[in-house]
């Protein structure tokens, strides 16, 4: 362990060493810049590489300090999703055995950073069989299981490692023989959400904008008709008083006013920049010079831009700072299709996003528009990607989850959040293990047939 340390010290002195030279201009005056990476960090991480101390909160820390920080940052939703594998299952004394080949108690055991050519989906870091190492034996008490080579476990719709909350025995029999297609096809949660939507009637108070020489007659008359009309979220809520009137107003603006919608934003792919502190960096061994060039009130990372993504987006809109008006345009802050669809399909521009105009899901969006069908039918973008959910401080309240990343991966989340509202398990499993319905955005059935349903109701007869 402590040449483990050392090592790692000498080789982050190095590192340091390096930026403070020649490329301490590109660190904080051009951040885009990766030159002086150890190695391309993770697709979940990528965004937040150079704050390298969010992760290496001390040039001492191995492990357990590593440690803290994963959990500092995943301890939340590993827990919300039962950990089929928490640390607790590895300090007990009888399965001290099974950590000789893979010590699971840490997260970097199977998540390991820089290491992009062992790298695989969800920043695992092991080969596709390591389940080897601890259910040998899984046959012995599982015929069924005879014979399935060791990198299927973890396939589509049979295991996760952490998150099984989809695929339990007893989930999967609760959920047999249900038919493709829901009787009342309708997600519950956003039919409250729509009807609790009453725009009250109200006065709006005169636009306190500073008397200045711009043209506001569009934005004031925008303004007016938005939610925002009233005293409390005037102009000046968002641009500041009289001479303090700032035509940016700053990224995160909306924070106190709209917490548990910036709460998801900020700990996922579209937020996850704004959300790290200038401490993270500071904590980290920089040359007082490096210090230097860093201004005192300046944060640290700027807003997610596509240009910075890895994955495809539309060519005009590269350069655009995603925030919460990405989605919610000044000053109109609309919300439905705008939101849900428009928005997302103005970004992105992967053929899954291009295709789903044409999918039946598309369809039921637009008879819900017509009114043939019940509020709560249509399936957007956001249906799937940021469904709603109660509030846990008040009961009955019901927000739009803000992650667009919470039950994105593994896919069986979404099984629960969203397609069992209108779909059979079966029905649900099978599609979302098939990647050309994924690249199709759902438009036929799936090639694939899950066989864990029917494994659990076996195993009951057994
Ligand atoms: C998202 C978290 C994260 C961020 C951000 C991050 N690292 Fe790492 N880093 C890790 C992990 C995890 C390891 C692997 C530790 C292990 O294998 O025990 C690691 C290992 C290292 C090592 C040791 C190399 C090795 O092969 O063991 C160095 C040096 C390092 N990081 C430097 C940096 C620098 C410099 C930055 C910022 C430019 C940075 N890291 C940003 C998580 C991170
Ligand atoms: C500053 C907060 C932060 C820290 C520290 C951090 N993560 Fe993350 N991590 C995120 C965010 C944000 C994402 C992207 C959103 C998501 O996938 O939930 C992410 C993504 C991931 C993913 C990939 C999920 C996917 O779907 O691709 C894994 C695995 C992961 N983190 C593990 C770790 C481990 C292990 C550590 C410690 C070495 C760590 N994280 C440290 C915030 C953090
Ligand atoms: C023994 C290996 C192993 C260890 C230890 C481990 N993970 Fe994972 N992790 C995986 C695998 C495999 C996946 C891929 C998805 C799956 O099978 O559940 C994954 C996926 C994830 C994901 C993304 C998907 C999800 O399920 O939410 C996050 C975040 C994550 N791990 C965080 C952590 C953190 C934080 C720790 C430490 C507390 C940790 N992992 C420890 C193997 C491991
Ligand atoms: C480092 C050892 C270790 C590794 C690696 C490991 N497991 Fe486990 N697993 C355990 C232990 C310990 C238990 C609890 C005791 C038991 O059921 O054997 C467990 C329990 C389980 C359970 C029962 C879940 C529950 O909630 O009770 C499943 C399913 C499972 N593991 C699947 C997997 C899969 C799939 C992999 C590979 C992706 C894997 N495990 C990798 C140690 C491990
Ligand atoms: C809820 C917050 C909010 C409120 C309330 C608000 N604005 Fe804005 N305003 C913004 C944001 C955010 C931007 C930046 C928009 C962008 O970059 O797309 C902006 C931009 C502007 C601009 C610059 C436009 C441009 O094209 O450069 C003007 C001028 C402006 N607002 C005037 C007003 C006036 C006048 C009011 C009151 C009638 C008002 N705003 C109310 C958030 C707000
Ligand atoms: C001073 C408080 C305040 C600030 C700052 C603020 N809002 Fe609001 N916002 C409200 C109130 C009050 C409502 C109406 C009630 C509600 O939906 O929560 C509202 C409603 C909304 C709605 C729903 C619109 C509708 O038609 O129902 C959106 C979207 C929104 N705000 C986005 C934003 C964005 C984006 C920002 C930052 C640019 C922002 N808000 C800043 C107070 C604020
Ligand atoms: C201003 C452009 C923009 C808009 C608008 C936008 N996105 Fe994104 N989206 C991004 C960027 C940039 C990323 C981060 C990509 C990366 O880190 O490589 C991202 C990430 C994502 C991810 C996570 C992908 C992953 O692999 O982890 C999902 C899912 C997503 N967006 C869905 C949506 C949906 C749904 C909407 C509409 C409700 C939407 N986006 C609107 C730019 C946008
Ligand atoms: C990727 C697109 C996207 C981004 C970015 C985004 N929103 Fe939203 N927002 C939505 C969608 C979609 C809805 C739900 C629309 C509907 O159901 O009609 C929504 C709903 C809302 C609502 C109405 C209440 C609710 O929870 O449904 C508020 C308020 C809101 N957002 C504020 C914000 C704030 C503040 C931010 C930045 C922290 C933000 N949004 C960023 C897409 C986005
Ligand atoms: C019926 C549900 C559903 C609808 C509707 C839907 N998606 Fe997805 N989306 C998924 C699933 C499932 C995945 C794949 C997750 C996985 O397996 O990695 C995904 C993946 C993504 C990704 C990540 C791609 C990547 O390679 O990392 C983005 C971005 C995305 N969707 C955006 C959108 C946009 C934009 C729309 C609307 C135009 C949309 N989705 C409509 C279910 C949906
Ligand atoms: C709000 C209800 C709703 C939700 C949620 C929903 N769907 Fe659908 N889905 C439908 C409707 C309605 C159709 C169209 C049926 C028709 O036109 O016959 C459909 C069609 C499909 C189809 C095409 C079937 C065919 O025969 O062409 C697939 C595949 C599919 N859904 C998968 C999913 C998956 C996977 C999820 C979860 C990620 C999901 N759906 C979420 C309502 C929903």
């Known amino acids: 362990m402590v040449k483990k340390v050392t090592l790692f010290y000498s080789l982050l002195t190095v590192a340091v060493v390096a930026l403070a030279g020649i490329w301490a201009n590109e660190l904080f005056l051009e951040p885009e810049k990766q030159t002086f990476l150890v190695g391309e960090t993770s697709h979940g991480h990528h965004q937040i590489e150079l704050a390298c101390g969010t992760c290496h909160q001390s040039p001492f820390g191995g492990g357990e300090v590593l440690q803290d920080a994963c959990m500092g940052c995943h301890a939340k939703e590993l827990k919300a999703a039962h950990d089929s594998h928490p640390k607790s299952k590895f300090t007990d004394?009888?399965?001290?055995?099974?950590?000789?080949?893979?010590?699971?108690?840490?997260?970097?055991?199977?998540?390991?950073?820089?290491?992009?050519?062992?790298?695989?989906?969800?920043?695992?870091?092991?080969?596709?069989?390591?389940?080897?190492?601890?259910?040998?034996?899984?046959?012995?008490?599982?015929?069924?299981?005879?014979?399935?080579?060791?990198?299927?476990?973890?396939?589509?719709?049979?295991?996760?490692?952490?998150?099984?909350?989809?695929?339990?025995?007893?989930?999967?029999?609760?959920?047999?023989?249900?038919?493709?297609?829901?009787?009342?096809?309708?997600?519950?949660?956003?039919?409250?959400?729509?009807?609790?939507?009453?725009?009250?009637?109200?006065?709006?108070?005169?636009?306190?904008?500073?008397?200045?020489?711009?043209?506001?007659?569009?934005?004031?008359?925008?303004?007016?008709?938005?939610?925002?009309?009233?005293?409390?979220?005037?102009?000046?809520?968002?641009?500041?008083?009289?001479?303090?009137?700032?035509?940016?107003?700053?990224?995160?603006?909306?924070?106190?006013?709209?917490?548990?919608?910036?709460?998801?934003?900020?700990?996922?792919?579209?937020?996850?920049?704004?959300?790290?502190?200038?401490?993270?960096?500071?904590?980290?061994?920089?040359?007082?010079?490096?210090?230097?060039?860093?201004?005192?009130?300046?944060?640290?990372?700027?807003?997610?831009?596509?240009?910075?993504?890895?994955?495809?987006?539309?060519?005009?809109?590269?350069?655009?700072?995603?925030?919460?008006?990405?989605?919610?345009?000044?000053?109109?802050?609309?919300?439905?299709?705008?939101?849900?669809?428009?928005?997302?399909?103005?970004?992105?521009?992967?053929?899954?996003?291009n295709q789903y105009k044409a999918s039946p899901h598309y369809a039921q969006v637009l008879r819900e528009a017509a009114g043939e069908v019940p509020a709560g039918s249509g399936v957007t973008c956001a249906t799937c990607h940021m469904p709603k959910v109660e509030s846990e401080e008040e009961p009955g309240v019901f927000h739009t989850l803000h992650n667009q990343n919470d039950n994105l991966r593994p896919n069986e989340k979404m099984v629960r959040s969203v397609c069992l509202d209108c779909h059979g398990l079966q029905f649900a499993l099978d599609s979302l293990a098939d990647p050309a319905l994924i690249d199709n955005n759902f438009q036929g059935r799936s090639k694939v047939s899950i066989e864990s349903i029917q494994m659990a109701i076996e195993r009951v007869k057994e």
């Open 93 to 353: 004394p009888r399965n001290a055995d099974r950590l000789e080949q893979i010590d699971a108690r840490y997260c970097v055991a199977c998540h390991r950073e820089h290491q992009p050519d062992i790298t695989r989906d969800m920043g695992v870091t092991l080969a596709t069989d390591f389940c080897v190492a601890c259910h040998l034996d899984i046959a012995e008490d599982r015929p069924s299981h005879e014979g399935m080579g060791f990198d299927t476990c973890a396939s589509a719709g049979c295991h996760n490692f952490h998150d099984n909350r989809a695929l339990y025995e007893d989930f999967l029999l609760q959920h047999v023989d249900e038919p493709d297609m829901a009787a009342t096809p309708v997600i519950a949660a956003m039919q409250a959400y729509v009807n609790a939507q009453q725009p009250a009637p109200k006065q709006a108070p005169a636009p306190d904008y500073p008397e200045a020489s711009f043209q506001v007659t569009e934005i004031e008359k925008q303004w007016l008709h938005s939610a925002h009309a009233t005293e409390d979220s005037n102009c000046s809520a968002c641009h500041g008083e009289g001479e303090q009137f700032k035509a940016q107003p700053d990224a995160l603006v909306c924070v106190d006013c709209h917490q548990p919608q910036a709460a998801g934003f900020l700990i996922g792919k579209h937020g996850m920049r704004l959300a790290v502190k200038r401490e993270a960096a500071e904590s980290y061994p920089l040359n007082p010079s490096l210090k230097a060039l860093m201004q005192p009130d300046a944060r640290l990372l700027t807003p997610m831009t596509p240009a910075q993504g890895r994955l495809p987006f539309k060519a005009d809109v590269h350069g655009e700072s995603l925030t919460c008006n990405s989605c919610h345009g000044a000053h109109e802050y609309s919300l439905g299709t705008s939101a849900s669809v428009d928005a997302c399909m103005g970004c992105h521009d992967d053929g899954h996003t």
